[in-house]
């Protein structure tokens, strides 16, 4: 080997992926000025065969390209859970396309034309922060947002550590806004796993029809709009976590195909006949009631009890009010910044959250900390600051008093729900959707409210004399 040859094999190696060679040739000159070593890759297929075989620093690729697209490469390299910086270059799309690649693990975003100053400063920037980050030993994960002194919270904490050591499936319970996410990014940050990719869907945000495309993958022409070959998310995740958020809501026909995943781990990419095997590990959230939607034939149950091999169930933040004051601080240092200090709320604007039931849990008490940040920034949040619907919590209304008030407290509870839910549906005439909005509650918990309670709205429109 040459002096020459002895030097650049030291010197980072950087990628160049796209199927025009001009693009490649002048991305290549422009970082001639560095110590670096570049390779043009006319063909995106043939960049992991690359990172297999040689030490690459830095991988420089387009977005639209005939073989595959930029955001499906960056999920390919991700999948095989590979941390190697990725720089986004293109001439289409904008801010959303500059968002979306760096959720599916781009390191950076230049669009063209590009300036040979500002390549080079990013090129330098991602490079010294492989190195650092190299230089770094492992830090052990931490609850950075689980806050809680909540006897019930904190034996969630201790299960999630001994559950994180295994590979076991695992099912998050727990209403909207009580943090599931939270837990499964937790899961995997404290699992052997934590140095490959964290997938993340939301199974109610993605169109049905496009479900099983979002999970699997499709190829060129397996429907109308499918221009291109798509990685779904399973492979995505490669040997990592894969989180189905809100996974009551899957159709049957997509069911079915998570099912064989969970069987044995192979599944097909939409209008395509190669099987690919996943190794990622599955965990699930629901806000519902599985069991019971197995039950009424409204979940498959071969795959409710293949999803509930360990379950963890969230308190809701009503059960756990003393963490109130915890997570106002937390929230309110979050928000707040140099020219904005946090709010300070009183002893009495507390006493009244305390008091207030939470229908969105911590994600409603997360939204108001940043309006009181917005609108009180460095003052103080008084009762009169709250939202009415929090003020008016502050005790039962007249007709709820008398015989009400008294006795066990959760006999006292389920006689108020029960008198609150039938009087809001008289005064609705038994329109389910319309009650849960006066009541300020998402429909699906308040129409499971009315089931745990066992009222069937018909029976109180009834009872009542028509106009």
Known sequence: MTSLSKRKAFLPSILVVDDIPEFCAQVCAFLDTLPVTTEAVLSPGKVLKQLRSSNVHLIITTLVMREMSGMDLIRMIRGTGSAVPILMVTGHGGPQSAVEALRVGANDYMEKPLSQ??????????????????????RPFEFRDLLSEDPGMRSVFSMVRTIAKSDSRVLILGETGTGKHLIAKAIHGLSARRNHPFVEINCAAVPEPLLESELFGHERGAFTG?????????EEAGEGTIFLDEIGEMEFDVQAKLLRVLNDGKFNRVGGQRTYTSKARVITATNRDLQAEAANGRFRADLFYRLHVIAITLPPLRNRSGDIPLLVDHFARRFSSKNSPAPVFTKEALQVMQR????????????????????NAGGIVRVADLPETMRDAGGPPESLSGPHVGGPYKAARDRFERQY??????????NMSA????????????????????ITPRRITQSKPAP
Not at 226 to 232: E, L, S, V
Not at 356 to 364: A, S
């Open 356 to 375: 207030y039931e939470w229908p969105g849990n911590i994600r409603e008490l997360e939204h108001l900390i940043e309006r009181a940040a917005v609108l």
């Open 117 to 138: 100053e500002e390549l080079t400063s990013r090129v330098n920037m991602l490079l010294r922060g492989r190195r650092v980050e190299g230089d770094k030993q492992a």
């Open 435 to 454: 009650a849960a909005k006066i009541a300020e509650m998402d429909r699906s918990q308040f129409f499971r409210m009315v089931r745990r309670l066992a």
């Open 226 to 234: 499918a221009t291109g070959r798509r990685i779904g998310r399973f």
């Open 421 to 430: 839910v039938e009087t809001l549906l008289d005064l609705t005439h038994g």
